[in-house]
Structures are given as structure tokens and as C-alpha cells.
């Protein structure tokens, strides 16, 4: 992993990273656009420069998966180097990447608008590194080089016949600093990229980025960008291993998600050259929503503001709100295996993030433009369904789901309030989950022919995580039931550990256990840059960390909140503006066995439901000091709140 330092917004790493398959091995940079990864090829320092918005968009979808999908724009070249000393410091909370090698230093960043920083220092009496940028001619692209006036600007284009549209992108290169001291040379270069999606003169946009680069400038934006980022909320744990790989989880998704409309497939934009394993395509089977599950309780809901992008464009082009697996921009689809024989399976999937996206913000405008149009018209697919008789009952959790969303989003947007009383009533008429008995104990069974048996067990749990549609209010049978099916051996650290260890957090698995589960997790599967390097995807795993350790510390998935529910009150700890179910920030701290602070912000102006801990006399009162009347309700307080106000609940 490298050797750590207390500020866990920090990862030194000793030794050249080694190339791991598919997965990138290099440290990251990125805007959330613009992404910048590090390689070698034992020769030089490599920069590979991706975007989220370029891609080759096959016509024909079934051939495409032979050289389609999103592709690097280009590649930093950077010589003269000894690779065999090499060290790299991670520094999250300023955007920097600063790097040692041979006796070079390398400093990289990437600015919050789409350039790239590159910084080099050296001693006088060596060798200057050298630096080139190359195209890559892989899948066909078309590429034009030009430099004139100190400014060097690349062209990569896939067009003509076997593409479903243009996609282009400009690369410009500028050497505009220079400096000599008494010991060393140092040397800035900007990099600036522009697509033909943003705009129809990319080339002399990308030329007037550059031009207007200034680096204290944008190196002061960038690092404003990433503090303001990470103190949206917080994590203090005791484990500071862990706390860094969610600080570095947050940090990589955030790097990957950020243009609105190209949200990050299975390997973001970290792409290098060469094909991404299916193309790097939207796959609808959990890939593709298994990143955005944890950014809501972390209180960053505008990650998620790109998700519906192409599952709305498939929607619209193809008229069919049964999504395939596999997606790609602009209503594309790609054939690349045996799908499953009920393809509606896949659009359950994809609603569960639209869903988050509701009960964490109650954003009426969004809902009204961007998350009822889809999770309506997939309620009314549904509701012939159930006139037939022709809901698996292996989906329950995912209906349910559904339509409990649907008939709270219709009552606060008051807008197709007829519907309400028929799906209450398809509710209230699902039927049972279908169960099996595993060694003895009755569990949730997914025996589905269609699934692969690995697959199925960890789905099985889908009803606690993520769909939410069961917990500890559940009925106490069915609550047995999920404690017998998270229980089964041999269920968690694997690559469906993004919704069995969260699950560990809501069943009641013992805190210590499931932290040191977590903690085998990363030390078995997290490589020095951070990311996981299992089979079959790449950032869904970033997930992972960030759902359990917030499931561990607060909990909402039905609407009550409950703090440190799946924590050792033994350990002291705190966090502060986690986004609870409804659309409060909740912050608390636990020191010496008990719960020292306890306060709620209301965003939405919604009625607030608390658990209240053991042994925590209630003290409800604003932070004017006014003293707030409430409800007790079934082992819960209730009150109501007004929009901006924060609570104190000790």
C-alpha cells in the first residue's frame, strides 16, 4: 500500500506501481471531467489524458464491442528519467500529484477548467527530462498534428462510416514557464482539452485555454475545489487505514463524475490506451449504479446529477423503458453476451439511484425534469404487470422500492395523484418473498435460471441493500430472514462486497467483525493508487468503503435516522454532514462509551423521525436555543422542522 502518513487526505507511495491487468495501476488526477493517469512502459513516465465525453460511438453495436466504447485522447511522454527511483506523494485534499523520480521532481494537477498542469524540476548538472505528446491510431481514429507560434495542438477524431456520430477532441500543449536557479531548472507546460460536444471550435478553444493558462492561479482554484469538496462532510474513525480509503474512494469518483452528460461508465475516465473491457460502457447489471450508491449519505448528490443521462437518451431513441444490459451514449446499446431473459430486471436496477437522488435532496425541479419522467413511466410498465399476474416474485424488494417512491414523489409534486390509491394497492398485494432454506435456516432465495449462482446470493440481500425496501422496522420474520441470508458463509469479501458488507451494517453483524471485514477488503484488493482491483469492473468498488463505513455510523433507509447504529460505543469516533433520508445533515460524535453531540440540519423542511440512543436525555432545541416540541412514536421521536434550520437533539 506505500507508506502512510496521519493526514489520511495523504498516500506516499515507495517503488514504481506494477501494472495490474485491466486495471489502472498509476495514480490518479481528474476534474471530474478531465483525468490525467499515470503509467510507465519502462522506458518513460507516461500521462495518459482521458475525457468523459470521448468516445467511439460504433453504428453497428454488436461489431463495436471490438474497438468502440471511451477512449484516452492522448498521451504525455515524459524522458530522460530514472525509473528506478521512484516515490509519489497523494495529496487528496489539494488536487496534487508530486512525484520523485531519478532525480527529477514532477508535480501534476489537474484545474477545476479542463487543463493540466505539469510541472518539472531538475538539477542543472543533469540531463533535462524530456516531453511529447503522442495520439494514439488505435480503433481507427483519424489524427492531425499542428504546432505554430510555441503551441503545439493535437486533433483525434473517429467519423465516417461505422460511427453512430462525430466525436472529436482537441489536446494543446504549451511550454510557458521557465526558471533557473542556482541549482536547478524548472519548467511549466499546460495542457488544455475541448470535445466537439462542448463546442463546434474545439481546436481554437482548446489554443485560447492554453494560452490563458496561468498556473498559481488555477493551482490555487484546484485546491479550493477539493477542500470545499471534502468539507461537505466528514468521517473520524479510529481506524485511519480505512478512513483514508474512503477519503481516496470519494476523491477518484469525484474525479470521474462531474460531466452531466456522460456519467462514468465501468472504468470512469481512466482510461489508457487501448480498449477498456466492454468498452467501458454503462452496464446496467448493479457496474454502473454501484459508484453512485454511497455519494448521497456523503452528502454529494451532485455526483449523481449525470446518472440519468443515458438511460433517459436510450429511453427516448428507443421508445422502450426495458433497458438491455449494456449502454453507451446517445441511446446506443452494445451486444456482448447472453442478457437475461426479463431484460425489466435491468431497469429496477437502474432505478434504485433516481430513487436515492429523491429521498436525499426532495428536489421538486429535478424530480419534476429529470427522475419522475423515468421512474413514472417504469410504474406504469409495472402496473400492467401486476393486471396480469406477472411480477416475479424474486423482485419484490425492487417493486416495492419502486412504487413506494412513486407514491411519495406523486404526493409531494402533486402530480399524478389518481395513481396513488392502485399502486398502494399493488403494494399491499405483492406477496411474500420467495425463500429457501440454506443449512437450516430460512433465507431470502434468488434461484433465478438466468443469474449466475454467485450473483444470486449476493442479490439476494438487494432488498436490505440497496433497494431499502426491508430493515429493522421490517416485520420481524422478514428482518430473521435477511440476518439467515447475510449469514450464509462466504458472502461478503468478494467483488458483490458493495452490497453485502453495507448490508453486514443493517442486519446487525458485530461492529468489530464487519470492520475487520472491511479492513481485509482493502488490504487484500486495494492497489497504491487506491483503486480495487477485482474481476468484472473497476469504480464500482470505490463504493464499497464509503457505503459500509456510513451504514456503520447512520443509518435512514426508512425515513428514521438512527446514529452509530452499527458501531462499538466503546471506540470514539464522529462524522459530521452525512445526508440522511429526507434531506437532513446529521452530525454526531461518540466518546468514552456515550454520544457527546447530536444535531440534524433540515434541508427540505420535511418531518424529522430519530432513533434516540440509550441513556441520551432529550434536549430538543434549535441553535437559537428554542426548545422544540416533539412526538414519541414507537421507540422514535418526531418533529417538525422548517428549511436551513439545524437541530440539536442533546
Not at 506494477?18 to 503509467?39: E, F, H, M, R
Not at 489537474?110 to 533535462?128: D, G, Q, R
Not at 416495492?400 to 402533486?414: A, I
Not at 449476493?458 to 421490517?474: C, K, M, T
Request: proline share 4%; charged share 25%; glycine share 8%.
Amino acid at each position: 500500500m506505500g507508506g502512510f502518513v496521519t493526514d489520511t487526505y495523504t498516500n506516499i507511495i515507495n517503488g514504481k506501481p506494477k501494472n495490474v491487468g485491466g486495471i489502472p495501476s498509476g495514480l490518479i488526477t481528474g476534474n471530474g471531467d478531465l483525468a490525467v493517469i499515470c503509467d510507465d512502459d519502462n522506458s518513460d513516465f507516461l500521462l495518459h489524458i482521458a475525457k468523459c465525453d470521448f468516445w467511439k460511438l460504433p453504428s453497428d453495436s454488436e461489431k463495436g464491442v471490438e474497438d468502440g466504447g471511451i477512449k484516452s485522447v492522448g498521451t504525455v511522454r515524459i524522458g530522460n528519467l530514472d525509473l528506478s527511483i521512484f516515490s509519489a506523494v497523494f495529496d487528496m485534499k489539494n488536487g496534487l500529484l508530486n512525484f520523485t523520480i531519478g532525480n527529477a521532481k514532477i508535480n501534476i494537477f489537474t484545474a477545476v477548467e479542463n487543463k493540466v498542469y505539469i510541472e518539472i524540476s531538475a538539477p542543472l548538472k543533469e540531463k533535462f527530462p524530456s516531453m511529447s505528446v503522442e495520439m494514439s491510431k488505435e480503433s481507427g481514429s483519424s489524427n492531425f498534428t499542428c504546432s505554430d507560434d510555441g503551441i503545439s495542438w493535437y486533433m483525434r477524431k473517429f467519423d465516417g462510416r461505422g460511427v453512430a456520430a462525430e466525436t472529436a477532441a482537441a489536446l494543446c500543449c504549451r511550454r510557458f514557464s521557465s526558471v533557473l536557479t542556482a541549482n536547478e531548472k524548472i519548467v511549466r507546460f499546460v495542457i488544455s482539452v475541448v470535445t466537439g460536444f462542448e463546442t463546434k471550435s474545439y481546436t481554437a478553444k482548446a489554443i485560447e485555454m492554453s494560452v490563458n493558462g496561468d498556473f498559481e492561479k488555477d493551482k490555487k482554484r484546484t485546491a479550493d475545489f477539493w477542500r470545499r469538496f471534502f468539507a461537505a462532510s466528514d468521517i473520524n474513525i479510529p481506524d485511519k487505514d480505512t478512513e483514508r480509503q474512503y477519503h481516496a474512494s470519494l476523491y477518484l469518483l469525484r474525479c470521474c463524475m462531474g460531466n452531466n452528460d456522460f456519467p462514468p461508465g465501468a472504468y470512469g475516465n481512466f482510461i489508457t490506451d487501448g480498449n477498456a473491457p466492454n468498452c467501458g460502457c454503462y452496464c446496467l447489471d448493479g457496474s454502473f449504479e454501484a459508484p453512485f450508491y454511497g455519494v448521497f449519505a456523503s452528502n454529494h448528490p451532485e455526483m449523481a446529477k449525470s446518472y440519468m443521462s443515458p438511460i433517459a437518451e436510450y429511453v427516448a431513441k428507443c421508445k422502450d423503458i426495458s433497458l438491455p444490459a449494456k449502454i453507451m451514449p446517445k441511446g446506443l446499446r452494445l451486444y456482448t453476451e447472453k442478457e437475461l431473459t426479463s431484460k425489466e430486471l435491468y431497469s429496477l436496477f437502474a432505478a434504485v439511484v433516481p430513487i436515492m437522488m429523491w429521498y436525499s435532496t426532495y428536489d421538486r425541479n429535478y424530480a419534476r425534469t429529470s427522475l419522475y419522467p423515468f421512474l413514472s413511466l417504469l410504474g406504469e410498465y409495472w402496473e400492467r404487470q401486476a393486471k396480469k399476474g406477472s411480477i416475479n416474485p424474486y423482485i419484490v424488494g425492487y417493486i416495492k422500492m419502486l412504487f413506494d417512491c412513486l407514491t411519495d414523489m406523486e404526493t409531494v409534486l402533486n402530480v399524478d395523484t389518481d395513481k396513488i390509491p392502485h399502486q398502494r394497492e399493488i403494494l399491499d398485494n405483492l406477496g411474500d418473498y420467495p425463500t429457501a432454506v440454506y443449512k437450516g435456516r430460512r433465507c431470502f432465495d434468488f434461484s433465478a435460471e438466468e443469474m449466475s449462482k454467485e450473483k444470486c446470493k449476493s442479490l439476494a440481500l438487494s432488498p436490505i441493500f440497496p433497494a431499502s425496501a426491508e430493515g429493522v422496522s421490517s416485520e420481524n420474520k422478514i428482518f430473521k430472514t435477511a440476518r439467515n441470508t447475510y449469514f450464509l458463509k462466504g458472502r461478503r469479501l468478494d467483488e458483490f462486497a458493495y452490497i453485502s458488507l453495507p448490508c453486514g451494517a443493517r442486519v446487525g453483524e458485530d461492529p468489530d467483525t464487519l470492520m475487520n471485514e472491511l479492513k481485509k477488503y482493502i488490504d487484500k484488493y486495494s492497489m497504491p493508487n487506491m483503486l480495487f482491483n477485482l474481476k468484472n469492473g473497476c469504480i464500482e468498488h470505490l463504493g464499497t468503503v464509503i457505503c459500509t463505513v456510513n451504514e456503520m455510523l447512520m443509518q435512514s433507509y426508512d425515513g428514521i435516522i438512527r446514529i452509530f447504529p452499527a458501531w462499538n460505543n466503546d471506540k470514539s469516533s464522529s462524522f459530521q454532514n452525512l445526508r440522511a433520508r429526507g434531506a437532513f445533515l446529521v452530525s454526531a460524535s461518540l466518546s468514552g462509551g456515550k454520544v457527546k453531540s447530536f444535531t440534524i440540519k433540515s434541508l427540505a423542511g420535511n418531518i424529522c423521525k430519530v432513533r434516540i440512543p440509550e441513556n441520551v436525555r432529550i434536549n430538543l432545541r434549535t441553535e437559537k436555543g428554542q426548545k422544540i416540541k416533539y412526538k414519541k412514536k414507537d421507540g422514535y421521536i418526531e418533529f417538525t422542522t422548517i428549511p436551513d434550520c439545524v437541530y440539536s437533539i442533546l
